[in-house]
């Protein structure tokens, strides 16, 4: 009971003592408090936060707060009653209303405390400078000095500070403005002219010193236009409109007649004066003192001029009748003729029109036909004399001067094209000369013709009907045979026309040509040969009386004929074969092209069987047939043991007519396997160690190349020695290629004359060759049947080489006798060894390139 006593006790005490809640005061530099001396600025954008209304309870209870409005007054804040916060809700605008009075309020529930404020709203530079005399319009007498004041412009802004004051710009050559007062005044030096300009259109800017404006500072400016019209005096004195006059008085004029009217008015246009005309010569010409119009005052034929300069004067009238200041201009009458004369061209003798002239083809370009004298003269005058000359003809090889002629003149006619000027293609040219009046309606004209016959010079060189000619000759034909005719055209007339050939080149030897139709053939001891020489080429000259030559090369072609027969190296040849392992024979055909060369291999006959041989027929490689593996097989077929066969073996051409040479060949067959109860045998077939047969058989060709090149060298040395090679027999130089044509330019300038004809060949080396007495068994003599060569034809592209077949052809030369030998076949000397050894070695041969195929 007593604790609840005092309680209630102080709790009256305390409802007894309630306090006014109050806002706490933090100065002008805060944004927390009573808004005391606050301020902001205009350009605060719209929903910023800008002020917490702060303060408190003296018992501490929760404070609310309040803001508020005189009646009528336009309400920019609103504030959050709990937390105070003050935030814009209006756009502020400073040159309105530049402060703010606000009521606020704090209450604690029981108390409310509300006091009133002001709020200072501050300047942005938001505001342009605003003229308050423009746009204007001012006039301006056109005397006024230079630098006199003629306009004071002025601007204001309302803003503060540098953002209100204002400076005053314009960009002008005739005026100025004082940047701060505005005075605009004329430039010195520069004076206003009614004449020339009458209005000028000033645009004037006026620029605030800048400030601060949503945090950056801006600068801005207006425009405005001032007119200036410009008052006119008189000052300026009379002019000439139409300038410059020309006049005309022709020969059927009389007195009286208008020739021109002139036309002045005064230089002062705003406000101008009467005009008076008058003449400073009146003796021959007339004037009407207030129309300005000329006119005649004796007849045409008095006139002793053909051009009057008049002087006419204009001079304004006061208005009291006295003159003032006047202008002088010049009047050209001219005195024209009527147009009743074309123009006429002269001879010596008088008019003419036909002239003729007799020259040399390709005279220098720019030289004067001096043959040629003629006069073009029209009688009238002035314009009506006025023409053009024009020469008209084939190409533009001659040119006229003068071309345009005033009354007379001499006609001069100039060479422009010499090369054109050719008589192989003109004996004659005929050109118009034309006379045309340039300026008349009539347009008279007058026409002469000009014919020029040629005469002729030696100014072409023979040319051929081609740059190269290809023939082709049998080997066999005789001497003194047709092998191509050349032909070269000179233009020329008479003896420079006529052409003379002649051949040049060491290619040119064994040939001839006729100087005049230019047939080239054989000399009459020629003998041509394909296998020695296959290629000739050499140059052709075609020459003119004066010297004057162009060149073509000839290609000639040696067609090879089917002269030798196939040849082997021995009538009797002796192989040893292993079974399964082939033997080859090879015969040589000496001739230089195929198909005469190639040779086809046949098995003529075979001892003691026939039927057990195949041969290649392009190869010559002679095996087993395929049923054939073991010697059993060919003993079973025999019946004997001993297996040696003798194969007549036929070598054959694919000439026309073919030849063909026959040689017995004697095989003796035997089987690897037989040598393997040797110990060389054993050695080598023993396959579980090919790394040794390999490596003997690198050494034996180690051992082979070794020797091969002393023996080379020991050749070379003494070739060297001797330079020479001394054949103990019948010889004979074959080239090893045939020689590729080679297109040459035959008008590339040499050093000297001598090698413009030089044609070059490779010199090679004869290669000893043994005759060989093995002639063809069944071929008694060689017949060579051959056609005619073709007649020329156009020239085409060299015919490609022979082809290239497997083992090289060697030189021949050709020799005395008319006899051709065959070559025999050098075999390489091996020494006498055991035949199984021999089939040994091809048997182990053919099994390593089995195994190496075998090999991925």
């Known amino acids: 009971r007593r604790f609840f006593f005092w309680s209630k006790i102080h709790l009256e005490k305390k409802t007894q003592a309630d306090f006014a809640p109050y806002f706490y005061d ?63 809700v209006e756009k502020l605008d400073r040159e309105k209303q530049d402060s703010i009075d606000v009521i606020i309020s704090i209450t604690d529930g029981r108390s409310k405390v509300m006091e009133r404020v002001t709020i200072f709203v501050m300047d942005a530079n938001d505001e342009k400078p605003d003229f308050q005399n423009m746009p204007a319009i001012i006039d301006v007498l056109e005397t006024t000095e230079s630098g006199s004041s003629i306009f004071k412009v002025e601007a204001v802004d309302k803003d503060t500070g540098s953002g209100g004051s204002v400076t005053y710009y314009l960009q002008s050559s005739m005026f100025a403005i004082d940047r701060h007062s505005g005075v605009l005044r004329i430039k010195f030096g520069e004076m206003l002219d009614y004449e020339k ?16 404006f949503n945090g950056k500072e801006q600068f801005l400016s207006s425009f405005a236009t001032l007119t ?25 004029s009389t007195p009286g007649s208008e020739i021109f009217t002139v036309s002045a008015e005064d230089g002062d246009v705003g406000n101008p004066n009467p005009i008076r005309y008058s003449l400073d010569e009146d003796a021959v010409f007339g004037i009407n003192t207030t129309t300005g119009c000329i006119t005649l005052l004796i007849p045409p034929n008095y006139l002793k001029r053909e051009v009057f300069n008049v002087k006419v004067r204009a001079s304004e009238v006061s208005p009291e009748g006295r003159l003032m200041d006047y202008g002088v201009t010049t009047v050209v009458i001219r005195v024209m003729d009527l147009n009743n004369n074309p123009p006429t061209f002269y001879g010596e003798n008088g008019p003419q029109n036909m002239f003729e002239l007799t020259m040399y083809e390709h005279p220098p370009e720019g030289e004067i036909l001096r043959g040629l004298k003629v006069t073009v003269n029209d009688s009238d005058q002035g314009a009506n004399a006025k023409f053009n000359l024009k020469l008209i003809g084939p190409g533009r090889m001659l040119r006229v001067v003068p071309q345009t002629v005033l009354n007379e003149a001499q006609v001069t006619i100039l060479v422009e094209d010499s090369a054109a000027m050719d008589y192989e293609k003109h004996h004659f040219l005929t050109y118009k000369l034309l006379a045309v009046e340039i300026d008349t309606s009539e347009r008279f004209s007058a026409t002469a013709d000009i014919v020029i016959h040629l005469l002729d010079t030696n100014d072409n060189a023979p040319k051929f009907s081609s740059d190269y000619y290809i023939a082709r000759i049998p080997e066999n034909s005789p001497g003194g045979s047709n092998v191509v005719s050349v032909t070269a055209v000179d233009p020329d007339s008479g003896p420079w026309g006529e052409v003379k050939y002649s051949i040049y080149g060491s290619g040119a030897d064994l040939f001839l040509i006729q100087p005049a139709s230019g047939i080239i053939y054989t000399q009459p001891w020629a003998s041509l040969d394909a296998e020695v020489k296959s290629k000739y080429n050499f140059y052709v000259k075609a020459e003119d009386a004066e010297g004057k030559y162009n060149l073509a090369e000839v290609f000639v072609t040696v067609l090879d004929l089917n002269d030798h027969p196939p040849a082997f190296n021995n009538n009797f040849l002796q192989k040893t074969m292993v079974i399964g392992a082939p033997v080859k024979i090879e015969a040589v055909d000496d001739d230089a092209e195929i198909p005469n060369n190639v040779i086809e291999y046949a098995i003529m006959k075979a001892e003691p069987d026939n039927n057990i041989f195949d041969i290649d027929t392009d190869t010559g490689e002679i095996k087993l047939k395929s049923y054939i593996k073991s010697m059993a097989i060919i003993q079973n077929i025999t019946k004997k043991r001993d297996c040696s066969w003798s194969l007549v073996v036929q070598a054959r051409d694919r000439g026309q007519p073919s030849f063909s040479t026959t040689a017995v060949v004697k095989i003796d067959i035997t089987e690897a396997t037989h040598l393997k109860g040797g110990p060389l045998g054993s050695f ?8 040794q047969i390999i490596g003997m058989l ?31 027999r019948r010889v004979r130089r074959r080239p090893r ?43 008694s003599n060689v017949v060579r049947h051959w056609c005619p060569p073709p007649p020329p034809c156009a020239p085409s592209l060299p015919p490609p080489p022979p082809s290239y077949f497997h083992g090289e052809r060697h030189w021949t030369v050709p020799t005395v006798s008319a006899a051709v ?21 091809s048997e182990l041969k053919m099994r390593l390139e089995r195994r190496r195929m075998m090999v991925p």
């Not at 034996?700 to 054949?727: C, D, E, Q, Y």
Request: hydrophobic share 35%; charged share 20%; proline share 7%.
């Open 26 to 88: 933090n100065g002008p530099y805060s944004n927390n408090g009573n808004l005391a001396l606050f301020s902001l600025s205009e350009d605060m954008p719209v929903g910023t936060q800008i002020y917490c209304l702060n303060g408190t309870d003296p018992e501490g209870h929760e404070v609310r707060y309040g803001l508020s409005f005189d009646p009528g007054s336009k309400e920019y804040f609103r504030v959050d009653p709990r937390s105070g916060n003050i935030t814009l």
């Open 197 to 212: 300009t009458k209005t000028h259109f000033v645009t004037i800017i006026a620029k605030d010193g800048g400030g601060n």
């Open 228 to 252: 200036i019209n410009v008052i006119d005096a008189q000052d300026t004195p009379p002019s000439f409109i139409g300038t410059p006059y020309f006049g005309y008085v022709y020969e059927i």
């Open 684 to 691: 080598l077939i023993n396959r579980n160690n090919p790394m």
């Open 698 to 728: 690198v050494g034996l060709i180690s051992l082979m190349v070794i020797v091969t090149i002393i023996i080379s060298t020991a050749t070379f040395m003494r070739n060297k020695r001797s330079n020479r090679i001394l054949p103990n």
């Open 737 to 779: 290629s045939q020689n590729l044509w080679s297109f040459r330019n035959p008008f590339r300038k040499s050093e000297t004359q001598r090698e413009k004809f030089r044609i070059k060949e490779d010199e090679m080396e004869p290669e000893v060759i043994v005759e060989n007495v093995n002639y063809n068994n069944n071929i």
């Open 821 to 841: 030998a065959p070559k025999p076949r050098k075999k390489p000397l091996l020494e006498r060894q055991d035949t199984m050894n021999k089939a040994l070695v």
